[in-house]
T-cell receptor, first 113, second 110 residues
Framework: ETGVTQSPTHLIKTRGQQVTLRCSSQSGHNTVSWYQQALGQGPQFIFQYYREEENGRGNFPPRFSGLQFPNYSSELNVNALELDDSALYLC????????????FGPGTRLTVT | QQQVKQSPQSLIVQKGGISIINCAYENTAFDYFPWYQQFPGKGPALLIAIRPDVSEKKEGRFTISFNKSAKQFSLHIMDSQPGDSATYFCAARNTDKLIFGTGTRLQVFP
């Protein structure tokens, strides 16, 4: 059984640029949630995708958007990057949208300069 | 209302000792309370979880104690080992999402 994978591992972008982060969910999981983890903080919920539809969104602006594909993999897109977007972006998958037993990937470290 | 307050921020324990991390919440709609362990450079890993209809759950050296009336729950790590040194996060589920605490950095010294 393959766990949650994310790419790339690290990324450096300039303020104002756009970025796409990718996530492959664990086998058998149809729900992907994205979190932002600032240094020294707990993960903050960005949004969740369940069967290719957005199912809930946290307190993040519209320049954070996402997609889920038929194989349940997912993308997180961030437009007009700001310095405060520098963080570890975590993808988590679960069997369904109830997020009982949610499993995280290793994250993508994004640095905005 | 959407917050989960976690304490202490950091904890130093000697090998073989008991580590205790506490969390408190206000929102009675929370219905599932997991604990995650995170090592540097890694994503959080699910450690143990509890639902509010039970007061305690034990898995190996890890125990969650849950006090529904006080809206508090805690993680106890018995016989703490240097390999337990990591950051621990409590979380609570509300409407298909997890709300995380701010984390506790645990250091276990030999």
């Amino acid at each position: 059984e393959t766990g949650v994978t994310q790419s790339p591992t690290h990324l450096i972008k300039t303020r104002g640029q756009q970025v796409t982060l990718r996530c492959s969910s664990q086998s058998g999981h149809n729900t992907v949630s994205w979190y932002q983890q600032a240094l020294g903080q707990g993960p903050q919920f960005i949004f969740q995708y369940y069967r290719e539809e957005e199912n809930g969104r946290g307190n993040f602006p519209p320049r954070f958007s996402g997609l889920q594909f038929p194989n349940y993999s997912s993308e997180l897109n961030v437009n007009a990057l700001e310095l405060d977007d520098s963080a570890l972006y975590l993808c988590a998958s679960s069997v369904d949208r109830t997020v009982y037993e949610q499993y995280f990937g290793p994250g993508t470290r994004l640095t905005v300069t | 209302q959407q917050q989960v307050k976690q304490s202490p921020q950091s904890l130093i324990v000697q090998k073989g000792g008991i580590s205790i991390i506490n969390c408190a919440y206000e929102n009675t709609a929370f219905d599932y309370f997991p604990w995650y362990q995170q090592f540097p450079g890694k994503g959080p890993a699910l450690l143990i979880a509890i639902r509010p209809d039970v007061s305690e759950k034990k898995e190996g050296r890890f125990t969650i104690s849950f006090n529904k009336s006080a809206k508090q729950f805690s993680l106890h790590i018995m016989d703490s080992q240097p390999g337990d040194s990591a950051t621990y996060f409590c979380a609570a589920r509300n409407t298909d999402k997890l709300i995380f605490g701010t984390g506790t950095r645990l250091q276990v010294f030999p």
